[in-house]
């Protein structure tokens, strides 16, 4: 086939022929060869039962037809065999090909994960690693059978009639050479938008379901899904009108045969009837039906280039690292942290510096962005009056847990109130946020709306079984625990989909939460789940995200998390300035200065073992007495319940 074999350059040959392996070339040629003999005894069984028939038909002696008769049989017996053998030997090199090459490509991406987002690696793992199969047993065998049947043939009737030779020799380049070459034109252009259209697609799903939690919190999951359908529709269309241009070369593929046989027939009639004329016919008629499967092997040899584009630099040993998919290219890791902001900002100067110019300009402007910030803070807690919330006896048991991990809940929420809530490690934390922002049902007790039951975040929160139910409260929000991070852009990350944020906001927030030299990267991609990013970086963008337009009851679950002590202190009085007048919520295993806070509450073991202000528990034993000034509470304090 013209396609395969004009495009692909040495090297890749080289490539390829390294990761099949001497005996799986071996056994593909062998297919290659046995599917030819399937392919000319089928050729021959047509001819000679072909001229049996006609002669048949002149009634000579029984004689002169034993051999013909015997051969029409021993053709019918060897092509069934031969299509047997080659089948076996196909299959057998494909398969021995695929596991090499998956092995190889697993190896390869393991090491490159982090780069790539998990629904392009299974993209690269599963189905462009399977194509490989098809391009082998569907592109490349068909190809090699067309050269052998188009000499054999053309040879054959040359001796008998030149013009029917030419004539043959036309209609098997037309249905396979010029009919495939113009398939994989048409075919080539849209199957790249469909490799790349597919490639978002699913790492827009892995993103809908990972981070189906974040998305819920901040109301973004419409518009996720939205645009993960939306990839859908694109990837059907395309597919669609890639089917259609495969049909219409198959339907223009169907007269050709017929037409060359027609052709033969007519010129070598006119040397008057004689029984090649029908052998000689029948067979242009069976030869261009054999090169037939061409024209789709060529559609699908476009659609399996982007497949094989992908997985070729994984095939040499000393290959480099696979391309990006995505359009922008991935950023060295972010900075944000001491010596590394260096780095990055000489990254972000090797971008193009107009933005970073403005968002470098120094310090005088970040302050005014913090007391900006500020400012729109207090605004918005203006423009939406924040609720009272209370929690009464709230309970909350997981299925099949026999024991529930929260029990007789009660916590008063007035408006700008702020609640630290500590204990042990499985006491309970992330559970109570988990009911606040309507994450989960509690199984009993009652959740309260400026003094009105919240039925449910949906629908009921009483008495309905505790579940995630994947939709937030919408004025409560905030940082999860393992809050996701999208392969998507920074700016991508902060709005979740969600609009009206101009870069100066954005900035903003990123400096509240400790990433100032960020600003100016807004549009700089982030491996999936943050695998680009370190900790902190980490934790401080999922910070942003929710300081951006906090909502008014905020709840942040460890958002210090993996900073070091310094910075943790220094981002968490950001957070409190920022959110001055906003409810604030804070799950936090350091128990240094909480005396910011309104109520300090000791969760163990599902219930609150203790509550008031700092001092206030500081001055009675206790769990907190026991633990405060200590920067992370060990894992020996886990279920210690002391001070219950
Ligand atoms: N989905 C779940 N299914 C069953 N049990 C769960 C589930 N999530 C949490 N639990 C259990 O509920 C209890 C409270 O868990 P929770 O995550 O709320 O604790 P935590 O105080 O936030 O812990 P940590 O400080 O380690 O994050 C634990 O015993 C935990 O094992």
Not at 172 to 198: H, N, Q, S, W, Y
Request: hydrophobic share 50%; net charge neutral; charged share 20%.
């Amino acid at each position: 086939m013209s396609a395969s074999s004009g495009t692909a350059p040495s090297g890749t040959r080289a490539a390829g022929l390294r990761i099949v392996g001497g005996s799986a070339v071996r056994t593909l040629v062998l297919a290659a060869l046995l599917s030819a003999a399937t392919d000319l005894s089928g050729l021959g069984l047509l001819a000679t039962a072909t001229w049996l028939i006609s002669r048949a038909a002149q009634r000579p002696p029984i004689v002169a037809l034993t051999v013909a008769i015997v051969a029409v049989r021993a053709l019918a017996i060897g092509k069934g065999t031969l299509r047997y053998l080659e089948r076996l030997a196909g299959h057998d090199a494909a398969l021995r090909v695929l596991a090499r090459l998956r092995t190889r490509v697993y190896a390869k991406l393991s090491r490159d994960a982090g780069r790539l987002p998990r629904g392009d690696l299974l993209a690269r793992l599963v189905s462009d690693v399977d194509s490989v199969q098809d391009l082998l047993l569907r592109c490349a065998i068909p190809a090699a059978v067309a050269g052998v049947v188009t000499v054999v043939t053309v040879g054959f009737t040359a001796a008998f009639s030149g013009p029917a030779a030419l004539l043959l020799a036309a209609g098997l380049l037309t249905a396979g050479l010029a009919l495939p070459a113009l398939a994989f034109r048409l075919a080539d252009r849209a199957a790249a938008r469909i490799a790349e259209v597919r490639g978002r697609y699913l790492a827009a799903s892995v993103d809908v379901l990972a981070g189906a939690a974040d998305l819920a919190v901040f109301g973004a999951t419409g518009s996720a899904l939205a645009g993960a359908a939306g990839q859908a529709t694109a990837l059907a269309r395309l597919e669609r009108r890639a089917g259609a241009v495969g049909a219409a070369t198959g339907a223009v593929g169907a007269l050709i045969p017929g037409a060359t046989a027609i052709g033969v027939f007519a010129v070598t009639v006119r040397g008057g009837p004689s029984v090649m004329v029908a052998v000689l016919s029948l067979l242009a008629l069976a030869a261009v039906e054999a090169v037939l499967p061409l024209t789709g092997a060529a559609v699908r040899y476009a659609e399996l280039r982007g497949a094989w584009r992908r997985i070729r630099p994984l095939l040499a040993a000393d290959s480099p690292a696979p391309p990006d998919p995505a359009p922008a290219p991935l950023p060295a890791p972010l900075a944000g942290d001491g010596a590394d902001r260096d780095g990055a900002a000489r990254d972000g100067a090797a971008r193009g510096g107009a933005d970073r110019g403005g968002a470098d300009e120094g310090g005088a402007d970040r302050g005014g962005a913090d007391r900006d910030g500020a400012d729109v803070g207090s605004r918005r807690v203006a423009d939406a009056p924040v609720p009272a919330i209370a929690a009464r006896r709230i309970e909350v048991r997981y299925p099949g847990v026999a024991v529930p991990a929260l029990s007789g809940i009660d916590l008063d929420l007035s408006p700008g109130r702020r609640v630290a809530v500590v204990g042990p490690s499985g006491a309970g934390k992330s559970t109570l946020l988990g009911v606040l922002v309507g994450q989960l049902r509690p199984t009993a007790g009652r959740l309260l709306v400026d003094g009105v039951t919240l039925t449910s975040p949906r629908s009921g929160v009483a008495d309905s079984p505790t579940e995630p139910d994947g939709l937030g409260w919408p004025r409560s929000g905030g940082v999860l625990a393992d809050g996701y991070v999208f392969h998507a852009s920074v700016r991508e990350n902060l709005t979740l989909g969600r609009t009206g944020f101009d870069d100066p906001a954005l900035g903003r927030a990123l400096t509240d939460a400790g990433l100032p030299d960020w600003a100016g990267r807004l549009d700089d991609l982030i491996g999936e789940d943050g695998a680009t990013l370190s900790g902190g970086q980490r934790q401080r963008l999922l910070l942003a995200r929710a300081l951006l337009d906090p909502p008014p009851v905020l709840v942040l679950d460890e958002p210090t998390e993996g900073l070091d002590p310094a910075a943790a202190d220094a981002v968490l009085a950001d957070v409190l300035r920022v959110t001055a007048g906003h409810t604030v919520v804070m799950v936090t295993h350091r128990l240094v200065d909480l005396r910011a806070f309104d109520e300090i509450v000791v969760l163990v073991d599902g219930r609150i073992a203790q509550r008031g202000g700092h001092d206030a528990l500081l001055a009675r034993p206790g769990w907190y007495s026991t633990w405060t000034g200590i920067r992370e509470v060990p894992d020996s304090a886990i279920g210690s319940g002391v001070g219950r």
